[in-house]
């Protein structure tokens, strides 16, 4: 018997396509247009000339510097989570003491705490370690409030590592350490991967700590630079999507190149 169409869902899901790209679409066309004619056209009309002006302005405005800040987080705070998680999470894993899962349950709270509940004492504690208005000042509590999430992550792909693989590299005079550099660290990269994606969009979007503990141009990041484009008089449109549209190529890319890692990740199934 032959199905039946469902127009239904065909139309909810042209609706939703429509959703999607119409935002992509603004933003895209808008990069290419003047203010002028941006403002005398309107967001949904075609882009009547094309310019390159408001890259440009970023260049000689200085938003790269921005780009470059932001870049040094995200590497520093993928940097500590890559050095700190994997042998948590191996522990975690591996130990069957009731004090390491004591301190891992403890560890998790971190998951039901939201930054802006201890933004009062993580600026005290940032401020009295003389790291305000610095990109560690920003670096530490982003790793920081990366590191439950992450270990949560990757303990659940160690556990997909079959107790059998341990006991043969027992039976082989291998050391915890050695079992941890040569069998866990490779069967885990598809969490790995996905702990690395997560802490980067986690440092190349944050806002609130470089909000809160920075002031100065010299430190600021995309986030806050994006607002150089509002002013008394009114909002910088096309500058501001041009300056959104090379923020998020980065983020575009790492997700093209390690999405299948991610959802593996996040699933559970990184170590397979």
């Known amino acids: 018997m032959k199905a039946k169409p469902n127009y239904i869902a065909g139309a909810g899901s042209v609706?939703?396509?429509?959703?999607?790209?119409?935002?992509?679409?603004?933003?895209?066309?808008?990069?290419?247009?003047?203010?002028?004619?941006?403002?005398?056209?309107?967001?949904?009309?075609?882009?009547?000339?094309?310019?390159?002006?408001?890259?440009?302005?970023l260049v000689s405005s200085g938003f790269l510097a921005y780009v470059l800040n932001t870049a040094i987080v995200t590497v520093s705070v993928v940097g500590i989570v890559v050095v700190l998680v994997p042998p948590l999470a191996y522990a975690v894993v591996r130990s069957r003491s009731r004090g390491i899962s004591l301190v891992f349950r403890t560890f998790l709270l971190g998951l039901a705490i939201p930054a802006q509940a201890v933004i009062v004492p993580i600026f005290y504690l940032i401020t009295v370690a003389g790291l305000y208005d610095s990109l560690i000042g920003i670096i530490l509590p982003t790793a920081a409030f990366c590191l439950p999430i992450c270990t949560l992550i990757l303990s659940g792909s160690m556990r997909d590592i079959t107790p059998e693989l341990y006991e043969a590299m027992a039976m082989d005079g291998a050391t915890p350490m050695r079992s941890f550099f040569r069998l866990v660290l490779p069967l885990s990269k598809g969490g790995i991967s996905t702990i690395i994606v997560f802490s980067a969009l986690q440092a190349w979007n944050g806002f609130l700590f470089p909000l809160i503990l920075t002031q100065s141009a010299s430190t600021k990041v995309i986030t806050l630079g994006l607002f150089d484009f509002q002013s008394q008089y009114g909002i910088n449109i096309p500058g501001l999507m041009a300056a959104v549209l090379l923020s998020m190529l980065p983020v575009l890319l790492v997700y093209l190149f390690a999405r299948r890692a991610l959802v593996q990740g996040l699933m559970g199934v990184g170590g397979k």
């Open 15 to 57: 609706i939703w396509l429509l959703i999607v790209l119409v935002p992509i679409y603004v933003m895209l066309t808008a990069t290419i247009q003047s203010q002028q004619g941006y403002a005398a056209k309107g967001p949904l009309s075609l882009p009547g000339s094309f310019t390159l002006e408001n890259f440009t302005a």
